[in-house]
Structures are given as C-alpha cells and as structure tokens.
C-alpha cells in the first residue's frame, strides 16, 4: 500500500490534540496529589501518539472502546475538558454523570463507548459494537484498545476467532507500553511480537512505532480501509511508552531512570513539534498560543468540576438497567 500524503493540518492538528492530552493528564495527576481527584487515576502521558494517529485516519461516524486509561481516548473523540475533569471529581456534570469516575467515561454522542476496569472485558464488546454496524449495513469502523496485559486474556483468543469468521469491521488495538501493571512482557511471554497473536487466526497483524503519529496514522489507515471494505479485522500491537506509573498509586521502580529517560527522547509531541518548526507550518508564536489555549482550557475545566454539584443520592438508582423500548411488541 503507498503511503498515506501528510499535510500540515495533519501536524498541528496532532499537535494541538497531544498537548491537550498531555496538559490535561498533568493537571489530573497535580489534582489527585491534592485529594480532589480520589480512587484510581491512570495517565496517557507518553502514549499520545497513538490515539493522535488514530484519530486522523478514521471518520467521526467510527468507534471508539478503551480499558482504564481512557482521559485520552476521551478528549480525542470530542468530549470536552470540562466533563471528563467533572467526572474525575465525581460530579454531575460529569461525562458519566460523576458515577464512573476515571475509568468509565462514555459518551454515547461522541461515539466513545468507554473506559472499562475489567482487563479485556472491552475487547468483545468491541466486536459487538462492529458486529451491529455490520447487521446494520453501515461503512463504520470500530477501535478496540487493549494493554499487553490484556493480551493473556482468554476472552480475546474467543474474540478473534468469531471476529475472523464474521469477517467484522474491527481493529483490536494493543497499546503495548510494555509493562501490564509492574511486570514486563519479557516476563510473560516468550513472543516479544505480540501481533504474532493474529496469525493462528490469518488475521492481518502488524507491528507499529507507537511514538510517532505518522506510523500510527499509515496503519490504521491501512487497517480501517480493510475494514470499511469488508475483509475484517486487523491487530496493530503498537509499541508505546508510559512516562509515569501504571497508575497515580504506582512508583514503578520496576523501570530503571535510563530506560524512562530514552523513551522521553522519543517524545511524540517534540517531535511532532520538530516537524512543524523544520517545515515552517507554524512558528514559536503559533506554539506559544496554542500552549496558552490549552491552559485555559485547562484551568476552566477545573473551575467547572470545582463549581459543579454532586449528583442526587437518587442517582444510585438510576441508569442501573437500560429502559426498556421493545416497538415492536405493541405492533
């Protein structure tokens, strides 16, 4: 396949996406420090790429389903600063209503089906969601993000096969920043290539550089074209990097500092950054305005969570079963 033509609104859209995530996972991490933020809080910061990459190459009718580490995922797909920051406060504002907290935010309007706390309990649901557009009949695509912890998941080897055999347009994303929780691959697995994974089920698998957008962009272009066109599934284990803990409560001295400081080398947002200056898309005060931009945003988003209240203690009670609307029975 030739590869995909870059511009540069691709560039400062990468840009502008990454720092917002970055800002805004910093803030999170200053915020539970101060125990305004409680319960489990897991951070994006180094892995921007790879939703940044996403993003530019699928359509805003696509799909998104993620694990624990969702702010991210969140802010890409349209979900405003404001309610994901409301939600991490436990607020009724919030994007899940202040009930989910930072490893459950959904929003059904921007087509991003969560955050979920169970390992790999998403990767079904991912094919679920594709399977539904395909009886639909519509062209979407659906993004299924797992860890490489969640790869040893017995759910994901039943999810693959019926993927494969239905020919479901799905993309099972592996963001391997190599460590589920504090143990390396290396300790769980003889086969450092986990898109090896997709081969027992002729699924087309590829290894990715997941610190550069441009890599992740020219696969999941690939992928989603596959996809949209009817020939199924495709696994990206796309290699990433995690700059802090697994989560806030995480020390990570499992890592050696040289080994952290050489991933920070491989920053996606510098060298998105390097790309820009070197071709003149934009200059340092284009930079510096979109910083500003974002630290507005930023600081809003946090005077809107203060601001916002708790929801009622009726709430326990509600969104606990779907409604019911079956038309069809008083036909």
């Given at each position: 396949?030739a590869k995909?033509k870059?511009?540069?609104?691709n560039?400062?859209?990468?840009y502008?996406?990454?720092l917002l995530m970055?800002?805004?996972e910093?803030k999170?991490?200053q915020?539970?420090?101060q125990q ?5 809080c ?16 699928i ?31 436990g607020?009724?504002?919030g994007?899940?209503?202040g ?8 929003s ?7 955050g979920?706390?169970?390992v ?8 679920g ?8 009949g519509?062209?979407n ?17 039943e999810?693959?096969n019926?993927a494969m055999?239905w ?10 920043n190599?460590?589920a929780?504090g143990?390396s ?7 450092l ?5 997709g081969?027992s ?9 997941g ?7 020219e696969a999941?272009?690939?992928?989603v ?9 495709t696994?990206?284990d796309?290699n ?6 697994h ?17 920070k080398?491989k920053d ?6 390097t790309?820009?200056?070197k071709?003149k898309?934009a200059?340092e005060?284009w930079l510096?305005?979109?910083?500003t931009?974002?630290?507005k945003i930023?600081?809003d ?5 203060e ?5 009622e203690?009726?709430?326990l009670?509600t ?10 029975i008083?036909?």
């Amino acid at each position: 396949m030739a590869k995909t033509k870059l511009t540069k609104e691709n560039y400062l859209n990468w840009y502008e996406q990454m720092l917002l995530m970055r800002r805004f996972e910093e803030k999170a991490a200053q915020l539970y420090g101060q125990q305004k933020i409680k319960g489990f809080c897991h951070l994006y910061i180094g892995q921007e790429a790879v939703v940044a990459g996403t993003m530019s190459a699928i359509g805003k009718d696509d799909k998104l389903i993620t694990a624990y580490r969702d702010h991210a995922h969140a802010l890409a797909c349209g979900v405003t600063a404001n309610e994901i920051m409301a939600e991490l406060y436990g607020k009724a504002t919030g994007c899940s209503k202040g009930k989910g907290g930072s490893m459950h935010m959904f929003s059904k309007e921007h087509n991003f089906y969560g955050g979920h706390g169970i390992v790999g309990g998403q990767i079904p649901l991912g094919a679920g969601i594709a399977m539904a557009d395909q009886y639909k009949g519509n062209k979407n695509v659906t993004i299924c993000y797992f860890g490489d912890g969640a790869a040893r998941q017995g759910a994901l080897h039943e999810t693959f096969n019926m993927a494969m055999l239905w020919k479901l347009p799905v993309i099972f994303v592996c963001e391997n920043n190599g460590y589920a929780m504090g143990t390396s691959v290396e300790r769980t697995t003889n086969v450092l290539d986990l898109s090896k994974i997709g081969l027992s089920y002729d699924m087309p698998s590829a290894a990715v550089d997941g610190m550069q957008c441009e890599t992740v962009h020219e696969a999941m272009t690939e992928a989603v074209e596959r996809a949209r066109s009817g020939n199924g599934p495709t696994l990206l284990d796309i290699n990433t990097y995690r700059y802090r803990g697994h989560s806030m409560s995480d020390p990570a001295k499992y890592r050696s500092k040289e080994e952290v400081e050489e991933y920070k080398q491989k920053d996606p947002i510098e060298r998105v950054k390097t790309v820009i200056l070197k071709n003149k898309y934009a200059d340092e005060k284009w930079l510096e305005e979109i910083e500003t931009k974002i630290e507005k945003i930023i600081s809003d988003c946090v005077e809107f969570a203060e601001s916002s209240p708790y929801p009622e203690p009726s709430e326990l009670f509600t969104d606990v079963y779907a409604e019911p609307n079956y038309p069809f029975i008083n036909e």
